[in-house]
């Protein structure tokens, strides 16, 4: 979303500026520990997404699979009336 990253573009750019680009020294020395929570945060929201997806997906499929039974069923009930 464009208007969510420019929003913590805005909040983030004073921490840039402070710093100069470099993280806090404080912060510096557990940078790897940081970047590989950072990562595995990224990897299970990305995996919770397609999770996600692929549950709607399959949702949607069988939503028109039933109501593709419901139109054949009508249609058997139909030509059992007519006959």
């Known amino acids: 979303d464009p208007e969510q990253s420019e929003k913590v573009a805005y909040k983030v750019a004073p921490l840039i500026v402070k710093y100069g680009g470099n993280p806090p020294p404080w912060m ?5 520990e ?41 249609n058997d009930d139909y030509n059992q009336e007519v006959a």
């Open 28 to 32: 510096a020395k557990y940078m790897d």
């Open 34 to 74: 940081i970047m590989a929570v950072a990562a595995i945060g990224m990897l299970s929201l990305s995996s919770y997404m397609q999770v996600r997806q692929l549950k709607a997906e399959d949702f949607e499929a069988a939503r028109r699979e039933q109501a593709k039974r419901a139109a054949e069923a009508a």
